[in-house]
Every structure is written in structure tokens, then in C-alpha cells.
């Protein structure tokens, strides 16, 4: 295909898919805003249930189909990475590259605080002593009983940040905008959850539980939760695990280096063995931009511009 066909496909493949789950949704987004606060949802169900009542002017339709032209054109691509490997640092790079490049971080401090996240999208239920889980922990201390439940709540909080729309910024420009993710709904099964299972943390049912639910979600929402590319950074577990002892997270201080090794296997049979069963067309054959997470750039500015350089041919690429 040619490069001048593959936006287009893109754009066409979202709309359609637009069309076809909620028109107004993603024409709200863009016009209300992008909060995940009760009244946008709100405003958000009415607008899906009564979608003629705010789309009867036909300057409204045409500035629906050029913000859905605009969301079109955002490529979206994951950020993934062994833990520690330095994807927030190599994100924050990114974002502060002065490009329209986006990027979203893993949303950690959800897990580590569930009611508070919950309360942050839906009226909370009163309860007379206030709780905080943290999930996070939660799953390393007690990895039998809890992982399952933690794949459910980051994989759900994970899709909630793909299914957000680009911010205004990146619609508004002529240029290439890209919006990233620190990892993905991908990630979350098959580098994870996968391992996960194969561990003996996560069992045979619920592991088939966890796939089904998985796989009809990605089909239901198609497009809109689909990539055009992965960023994928690489080191030895080693260097993960110094790293991770030098950032010293309070929940992560009983990794060993034995499960950074069977996390970062899980990412080369994925991403560059391409040994990994696959349930998604458009996963198959995904452009993967292989980047040496072992390299210190945080302090050397010419191998911070190497790495943008790297990025900007790529994403010109795809
Ligand atoms: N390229 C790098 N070289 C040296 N140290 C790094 C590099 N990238 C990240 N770090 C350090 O490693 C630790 C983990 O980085 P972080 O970006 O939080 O990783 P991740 O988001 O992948 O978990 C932090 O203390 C960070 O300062
Ligand atoms: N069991 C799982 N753990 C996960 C998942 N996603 C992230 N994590 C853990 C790994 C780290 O301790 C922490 C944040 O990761 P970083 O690499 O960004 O530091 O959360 C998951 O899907 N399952």
C-alpha cells in the first residue's frame, strides 16, 4: 500500500467503525470535553440516546465529520517495556520533544488506590469506613488470590485511556499528531496476564475467563482500541532490575530478578520473536520500533535527539 493510502484506510476503517457504535460519542468527546466526570457521562448518554436532537443542523454534521476526520488522522501507538526499564523517563522525553506527540502514562496510582479511582468516575457509595486498596500490592503480596483481579481492573482502566479521544491540541493541528501509551490493553494480556497464568498466579479458568472477556472487548470496540505501531524499549532484565531498586517503589521491593526475566522473555516472544498466539488481525503484523532501553540518555542530549530521531522516522513510516 502506498504511504498516501494508508492514512486514508485508517480513516475510513475509524469512521466507519464510528458510525457504526456511537457517532455522537466521538463527536462529543471533542466538543464537551474530555472528562471522565459524572456530567459528561451523563451528557454523553443522552446525546447516544437522542442523537438526531444534537446532530439536526448540518453544520453540526459537518463538524462532526471533521473532528472524526481529525481523530482519524492521530496515529496511536503503545510504549512497552520490561518494569523499570525506563518508559515513563523515555515518555516524558517524548512529551517534551516539542512535537504533537502525546503521551499517556500507565495509570499506577489507580491500582495502588482502586476506590479512590472508582470515585473519580462514578458517584461513590457511601460506606462508613473509608478504605483504600491497593491493588498493586495487593497482587505482589498475594499473587493466587489477587491476580486475576488486578489484570480486570488494569486492563479496564487501560481501555478506558485508549478509548479516550486525542486532546483538542492534537486535533487541531496539520501536522502528524500521535498520541502514545505507556503500555496497552495488548500488553496487559499477552506480556502479563499471560505470565501471569503461566506462573500459577492467574488459573486455568480464570485465565479462560479473562481471554474471552478480552477478546470480545477488543471486538466490540474494533478501531477505536486498535494501534498503528509499538515503541518497544529493550534491556536486559539486570538493568531493570538495578533500576527498579533505584527507583525503589514500595510494592514492587520483593521482585526478583527471576520474574523480570519471565516478563522480559514474554516481550521478545511477542514483539520480536513474534512466537506469541496473536487473537487480533491488525496485532499481527504491527510495526515494532526496537529502541536500547540499556543506553543512559537521561543526561546526553545527543542521544536523546538520536532517539527522537528514531521515533520521527518511524512514525513517518506507518
Ligand atoms: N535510560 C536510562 N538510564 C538510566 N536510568 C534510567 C533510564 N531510564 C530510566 N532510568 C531510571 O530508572 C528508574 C525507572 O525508570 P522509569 O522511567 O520509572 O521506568 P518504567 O516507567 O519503565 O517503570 C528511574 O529511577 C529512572 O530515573
Ligand atoms: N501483574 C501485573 N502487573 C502489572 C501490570 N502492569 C503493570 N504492572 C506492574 C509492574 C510494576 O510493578 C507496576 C508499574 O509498572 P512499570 O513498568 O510502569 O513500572 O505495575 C499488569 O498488567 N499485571
Redesign the pocket.
Known amino acids: 500500500m502506498s504511504a498516501h493510502c494508508a492514512p486514508f484506510k485508517r480513516m475510513l476503517k475509524r469512521i466507519t467503525s464510528d458510525l457504526k457504535l456511537c457517532v455522537p460519542c466521538s463527536w462529543l468527546h471533542c466538543t464537551v470535553g474530555f472528562s471522565h466526570g459524572r456530567v459528561s457521562v451523563n451528557t454523553q448518554l443522552e446525546r447516544v440516546m437522542e442523537p438526531r436532537r444534537f446532530l439536526q443542523h448540518s453544520s453540526q454534521r459537518h463538524s462532526t465529520n471533521q473532528t472524526m476526520d481529525a481523530i482519524a488522522r492521530v496515529k496511536r501507538l503503545s510504549i512497552e517495556?520490561?518494569?523499570?526499564?525506563?518508559?515513563?523517563?523515555?515518555?516524558r522525553l517524548l512529551s517534551n520533544a516539542g512535537r504533537n506527540w502525546e503521551v499517556t502514562p500507565?495509570p499506577v496510582s489507580k491500582w495502588q488506590n482502586v476506590e479512590e479511582a472508582i470515585s473519580q468516575i462514578r458517584q461513590p457509595v457511601p460506606s462508613p469506613q473509608q478504605t483504600a486498596s491497593n491493588l498493586l500490592q495487593m497482587m505482589y503480596q498475594d499473587p493466587k488470590r489477587w491476580s486475576y483481579t488486578f489484570q480486570t481492573f488494569s486492563c479496564m482502566s487501560r481501555m478506558r485511556t485508549q478509548l479516550q479521544p486525542p486532546p483538542v491540541r492534537l486535533l487541531q493541528t496539520r501536522d502528524v499528531a500521535v498520541q502514545m501509551y505507556?503500555r496497552s490493553i495488548y500488553s496487559d494480556r499477552y506480556i502479563f496476564a499471560q505470565n501471569m497464568f503461566e506462573l500459577g498466579g492467574i488459573n486455568s479458568t480464570e485465565w479462560a475467563v479473562y481471554q474471552d472477556w478480552h477478546s470480545f472487548l477488543v471486538e466490540q470496540f474494533g478501531p477505536k482500541v486498535q494501534l498503528e505501531g509499538i515503541i518497544y524499549?529493550r534491556a536486559p532484565p539486570q538493568t531493570?532490575m538495578e533500576?527498579?531498586t533505584?527507583?525503589g517503589r514500595e510494592e514492587e521491593k520483593g521482585i526478583q530478578l527471576d520474574y523480570l526475566e519471565t516478563l522480559h522473555k514474554q516481550h521478545e516472544n511477542w514483539l520480536i520473536n513474534k512466537s506469541t498466539k496473536v487473537h487480533f488481525e491488525h496485532l499481527k503484523n504491527i510495526p515494532v520500533l526496537v529502541l536500547d532501553?540499556?543506553?543512559?540518555?537521561?543526561s546526553d542530549s545527543e542521544m536523546q535527539t538520536k532517539f527522537i530521531t528514531e521515533v520521527t522516522n518511524f512514525l513517518q513510516e506507518l
Open positions: 517495556g520490561n518494569i523499570a526499564v525506563g518508559k515513563s523517563t523515555f515518555a500507565e505507556e524499549l531493570c533500576r527498579l533505584r527507583r532501553g540499556s543506553l543512559e540518555f537521561e
